[in-house]
C-alpha cells in the first residue's frame, strides 16, 4: 500500500477528531507507519504543505496579493 492510501485511511479514521487530539493522533500514527512526518510549529511555512511536501519547504517569500 502506498503512503498516499494509508494517509486517506489516516484521516478518515481520524475524521471525528479536533485539535489537539487530532494532532496527537496524526503524529502516532505516521511514525507507527514509518512515514516521514513533521512534529512541531512551523514558521517558514504559512500552510499544510510542509506536512504533505516536506522536500519543497525552502525559500518561499510570503504570498501577497497583486492589485
Known amino acids: ?3 498516499e ?3 486517506a485511511e489516516i484521516l478518515d479514521r481520524g475524521s471525528d477528531l479536533s ?3 487530532f494532532v496527537t493522533f496524526l ?4 511514525e507507527s507507519n514509518e ?3 513533521f512534529a512541531g510549529q512551523a514558521t517558514s511555512e ?3 504543505c510542509r506536512a504533505f511536501y516536506p522536500s519543497a519547504v525552502g525559500d518561499k517569500a510570503p504570498y501577497e496579493v497583486q492589485q
Open 46 to 48: 504559512s500552510c499544510g
Open 1 to 3: 500500500m502506498n503512503n
Open 19 to 21: 485539535g489537539p487530539d
Open 27 to 30: 503524529r502516532t500514527e505516521a
Open 35 to 37: 512515514m516521514e512526518h
Open 5 to 7: 492510501t494509508v494517509l
